[in-house]
T-cell receptor, first 109, second 112 residues
Framework: RKEVEQDPGPFNVPEGATVAFNCTYS??????FFWYRQDCRKEPKLLMS???SGNEDGRFTAQLNRASQYISLLIRDSKLSDSATYLC??????????FGQGTELSVKP | DAGVIQSPRHEVTEMGQEVTLRCKPI?????LFWYRQTMMRGLELLIY????????DSGMPEDRFSAKMPNASFSTLKIQPSEPRDSAVYFC??????????FGEGSRLTVL
């Protein structure tokens, strides 16, 4: 079993739709959590950190459930420019950053 | 700041040849990571350094792979001898310990 697992996708949604991605992690000692975005043939970039209380950045909302070892990302009112691969990242003790496989999102007109 | 700089951007080589990938991290970043990305396996952590010291190399596939960080501004990942299954995009990334990784543009390796 992989240490960080995500919905495989792809998710094909129309513009304006709300879409949610899920991620589970297996190591209960994981300390911090992030969502990264990767555009086609580009390097990954930080989208947002994930806090226990949940956090929002515009149309994006991230949630963490430590008890269930589960992280989510919600995108509201999706735009064409949101099309990308979304990567769940877990920071283990000692600074080791582990990436999930990624979920591909395609937003259509 | 120029960001993380990797070279070469693309390399095509023949099986059995030695490959050396290079990385210059962002100045002041204490952590440096080497990742490999393929369609099948996604982003895999190969090795990471803290203050130039290798902390965890458990992701290095086999003895053919080696990585060094002789100083705070330079790291290499070497594959010798290379094999077709090593074909992938190799990313170098650095960070301060906050969890925000800054990636280079990657080195796309093709081994024929």
């Amino acid at each position: 079993r992989k240490e960080v697992e995500q919905d495989p996708g792809p998710f094909n949604v129309p513009e304006g739709a709300t879409v949610a991605f899920n991620c589970t992690y297996s190591n209960s000692a994981s300390q911090s959590f992030f969502w990264y975005r990767q555009d086609c043939r580009k390097e990954p970039k930080l989208l947002m950190s994930v806090y226990s209380s949940g956090n929002e950045d515009g149309r994006f909302t991230a949630q963490l459930n430590r008890a269930s070892q589960y992280i989510s990302l919600l995108i509201r009112d999706s735009k064409l420019s949101d099309s990308a691969t979304y990567l769940c990242v877990v920071n283990r003790e000692g600074g080791k950053l582990i990436f999930g496989q990624g979920t591909e999102l395609s937003v259509k007109p | 700041d120029a960001g993380v700089i990797q070279s070469p951007r693309h390399e095509v080589t023949e099986m059995g040849q030695e490959v050396t990938l290079r990385c210059k991290p962002i100045s002041g970043h204490d952590y440096l990571f080497w990742y490999r990305q393929t369609m099948m396996r996604g982003l895999e952590l190969l090795i990471y350094f803290n203050n130039n010291v290798p902390i965890d190399d458990s992701g290095m596939p086999e003895d053919r792979f080696s990585a060094k960080m002789p100083n705070a501004s330079f790291s290499t990942l070497k594959i010798q001898p290379s094999e077709p299954r090593d074909s992938a995009v190799y990313f170098c990334a650095s960070e301060t310990g906050s969890g925000e990784l800054f990636f280079g543009e990657g080195s796309r390796l093709t081994v024929l």
